[in-house]
């Protein structure tokens, strides 16, 4: 069976600094990848994610994340953090071909705090 | 449409009752599921349907846990002589059938607290 795995818990930033959040997945079988971000209180949002070509794929919010196949890794980078960027942030991996039927299996997360 | 909607948003319940959570997923979003998520864990997959049917359920899901599509539009999720480590937030996505890379949309969840 798949798995995610968030090496860092919590991560804390200055503001303006950079930033990766790493992901590792189990499988090195064809996935799709996906970083989702929740803020207090709210449900998961969609920040990026990967299913094919360049394995390089960027948000509209300046988050990049990197497909590394050989690696099986997903980490996610931003080269300079907001206050706003606050939240906890959950790396999601999906087998549409395999016995899970696609469905989306979550790491445990990483909290982004970032102070002024 | 206005996305994925979850009520109640927040449900505090005594030990031993009954609660039922609502989830309208997106309107052409065939597939729809619930997930628990509990403090510093990710969200944990308990069940989904593809339309009406319902086509997994994970060992998280004891037979106190019933879910159900009836007409593969909402979902509702009951819990039935709630125990005080059945309190979680419970998230509900919807997403279009597998393979389509689309990922799930969520909704805001709904906190169950049992005292």
């Known amino acids: 069976a798949q798995s995610v795995t968030q090496l860092d818990s919590q991560v804390p930033v200055f503001e303006e600094a950079p930033v990766e959040l790493r992901c590792n997945y189990s499988?090195?079988?064809?996935?799709?990848l996906f970083w989702y971000v929740q803020y207090p209180n709210q449900g998961l949002q969609l920040l990026l994610k990967y299913l094919s070509g360049s394995t390089l794929v960027e948000s509209i919010n300046g988050f990049e994340a990197e497909f590394n196949k050989s690696q099986t890794s997903f980490h996610l980078r931003k080269p300079s953090v907001h206050i706003s960027d606050t939240a906890e942030y959950f790396c999601a991996v999906s087998d549409p071909y395999g016995g899970s039927q696609g469905n989306l299996i979550f790491g445990k997360g990483t909290k982004l705090s970032v102070k002024p | 449409d206005t996305g994925v909607s979850q009520n109640p948003r927040h449900k505090i319940t005594k030990r031993g009752q009954n609660v039922t959570f609502r989830c309208d997923p997106i309107s052409e979003h065939n597939r729809l599921y619930w997930y628990r998520q509990t403090l510093g864990q990710g969200p944990e997959f308990l069940t989904y349907f593809q339309n009406e049917a319902q086509l997994e359920k994970s060992r998280l899901l004891s037979d106190r846990f019933s879910a159900e599509r009836p007409k593969g539009s909402f979902s509702t999720l009951e819990i039935q002589r709630t125990e005080q480590g059945d309190s979680a937030m419970y998230l509900c996505a919807s997403s279009l059938a597998p393979g389509t890379g689309d990922g799930y949309t969520f909704g805001s969840g709904t906190r169950l607290t049992v005292v």
């Open positions: 499988s090195s079988v064809s996935v799709y």
